[in-house]
């Protein structure tokens, strides 16, 4: 099993930046990926970034360079450094865990705002 812990969610002015970190425990060597997702009211969670096992990175279109995703083994934690925020970004955002076996683990969310 493993477990995700998110942080760093909050109220922020459009063109602003915002950091939110997640912190991973548990059955570490069955992760194949670690990243994020987004849920926006009314809307389908979707595919933010992801950071793989070989330091490969895939981010959603929307935020090519603007977000920048990146884990620290070491500290057990992963970081999405948010850049110039729309207020189109404003979600739910969820750590997410890819396991070696297929299954996914999540956290349990933390809300971003982004005011025009």
């Known amino acids: 099993q493993v477990k995700l812990v998110e942080s760093g969610g909050g109220l922020v002015q459009a063109g602003g930046s915002l950091r939110l970190s997640c912190a991973y425990s548990g059955n570490i060597l069955s992760i194949a990926s670690l990243g994020w997702f987004r849920q926006a009211p009314g809307k389908q969670r979707e595919l933010v970034a992801h950071i793989h096992n070989d330091g490969s990175r895939t981010y959603a279109d929307s935020v090519k360079g603007r977000f920048i995703i990146s884990r620290d083994n070491t500290k057990k934690t992963m970081s999405l450094q948010m850049n110039s925020l729309k207020p189109e970004d404003t979600a739910v955002y969820f750590c997410?865990?890819?396991?070696?076996?297929?299954?996914?683990?999540w956290g349990q969310g933390t809300q971003v705002t982004v005011s025009s």
């Open positions: 997410h865990a890819l396991r070696t076996s297929g299954l996914r683990s």
